[in-house]
């Protein structure tokens, strides 16, 4: 994890901590005040994450009691819709979580959050430029602070693969292909409860990644630049045509063979029927619990395979999750209790034990120090990592913008469906993108 925690040099330091305290002469609610103060920090995630957050709460209105930080949790579903709104109103809490995405398209590549450049109390020595360029917008503004890198990981099962001779996963499509093939032999045309499934996809990002890491690693092609799509139609439909293998092969199931629900609860992979599974590594964590009896030993990690023998197989990557201390707390003057708080938060070292990995493994420069002291990211998270670092493919800041997923989406699901074929699909794939881009 070296060059995501390196040390930017004792000049650039102080130059970070000078331009954060030159913004103290704007009025605001100061910590050392006193006075009462509350600020709302909002995010999502599961219960492990709203119960390791609360602690951290608890414990920073222990050692500031003058201070009350209101909570405002819940599920994924829906939060970018009430973000949107409150962006809308100026009524945004004063520090929210963000993903990645978002960041750079809520306002056309503008911030539309604080600037961390200049927020006060924020140490941006933390951060290592990796991770500050994830979150640095087009206008050249820091829109937010980085947790740390995530990218897809395949998580396989290892007991399927000993039953087929395999000591290690696959390491190109080819050989992928043959193995699901193999896997399927007896499965029937819908899943009644015992077909078995090489590759079993969670959710609806998991084939679009798949393509666009096919169409990368094939072409050393991204997705966008300028305002062009970089991907040739060509170049789409031979990933296409991948994914048609794996299709046709039994190594993915058929929509008519796919049970819902689509995530980490389907049966297929929770009875052990789903021999592998491409999730974030920062979500490592889903797939695990939900596999069987959820012993972490029965599984393995492992990235995309290669599209031939000798070709590449580079991650798309992107920052796990983004904190950002919002304007309208800037407007409301609570941003020096808000960029306090969020400092603290990924600094304190009692924090930082009670949160652990419950937002992925932390790479902040204490985070990191931290977690090498206390070994809380080992296991498969640690090592999928691992994998992510050796292996770097940048992911585009507009790759999961909904106004281009959208186009992508429909074009995988009427090429599972049979409505449309490779080089359709590969044409609806490019040039909606490019008219959503205009």
């Avoid at 103290?24 to 957050?53: K, Y």
């Avoid at 970018?80 to 306002?107: K, Y």
């Avoid at 819908?190 to 666009?212: E, K, S, W």
């Avoid at 031939?308 to 904190?323: F, K, Y």
């Amino acid at each position: 994890m070296k060059k995501f925690v390196v040390f930017i040099g004792l000049l650039l330091a102080a130059m970070f901590v000078l331009s954060a305290c030159g913004s103290d002469d704007a009025g605001g609610i100061r910590v050392s005040d006193g006075e009462e103060a509350e600020i709302t920090f909002r995010w999502w995630g599961g219960d492990a994450r709203h119960n390791a957050t609360l602690e951290a709460i608890a414990l920073f209105e222990d050692r500031y009691p003058h201070i009350t930080v209101n909570a405002e949790f819940g599920a994924f579903g829906g939060f970018l819709e009430q973000l949107t709104m409150d962006l809308a109103g100026g009524t945004e809490p004063d520090i929210v979580q963000s993903n990645f995405a978002w960041v750079h398209s809520l306002g056309n590549g503008q911030n539309v959050f604080a600037n961390h450049l200049y927020l006060p109390y924020l140490d941006l020595t933390e951060w290592s430029p990796e991770l500050r360029s994830f979150t640095t917008t087009a206008d050249g503004q820091l829109s937010g602070v980085s947790h740390g890198i995530t990218g897809r990981v395949i998580i396989y099962s290892r007991d399927m693969l000993a039953q087929h001779g395999l000591s290690a996963f696959p390491a190109t499509f080819d050989e992928w292909i043959a193995l699901g093939e193999r896997i399927s032999a007896d499965n029937t045309a819908i899943d009644t409860g015992a077909n078995r499934y090489a590759f079993f996809p969670l959710g609806d990002q998991t084939l679009d990644i798949v393509l666009m890491t096919i169409i990368l690693n094939e072409f050393n092609v991204n997705l966008q630049s300028d305002g062009r799509i970089l991907p040739t139609i060509d170049q789409v439909e031979y990933a296409f045509n991948v994914l048609g293998r794996m299709i046709d092969s039994g190594t993915i199931p058929t929509m008519q063979q796919q049970e819902a629900p689509h995530d980490a609860t389907n049966p297929v992979w929770m009875q052990g029927r789903g021999g592998s599974v491409f999730e974030w590594v920062g979500n490592i964590g889903l797939p695990i619990g939900n596999f069987l009896d959820g012993n972490e030993a029965d599984l393995g990690v492992a990235l995309l395979p290669a599209t031939r023998a000798g070709g590449t197989q580079n991650s798309m990557q992107r920052t796990s999750l983004v904190h950002a201390v919002t304007q309208a707390s800037v407007e409301r003057g609570t941003h020096y209790i808000a960029s306090y708080f969020l400092n603290w938060f990924y600094t304190d070292e009692g924090a930082l034990r009670l949160l652990g990995n419950q937002f992925g493994i932390p790479l902040s420069r204490t985070a990191a120090r931290i977690s090498a002291e206390e070994g809380n990211t080992r296991g498969l998270q640690l090592a999928g990592l691992h994998l992510l670092e050796a292996n770097v493919g940048d992911m585009c800041h507009l790759f999961e913008d909904p106004s281009l997923r959208d186009p992508r989406f429909f074009a995988i699901d009427a090429f599972r469906y049979g409505q449309m074929n490779a080089r359709q699909a590969a044409e609806h794939w490019v040039n909606e993108q490019q008219a959503a881009l205009r």
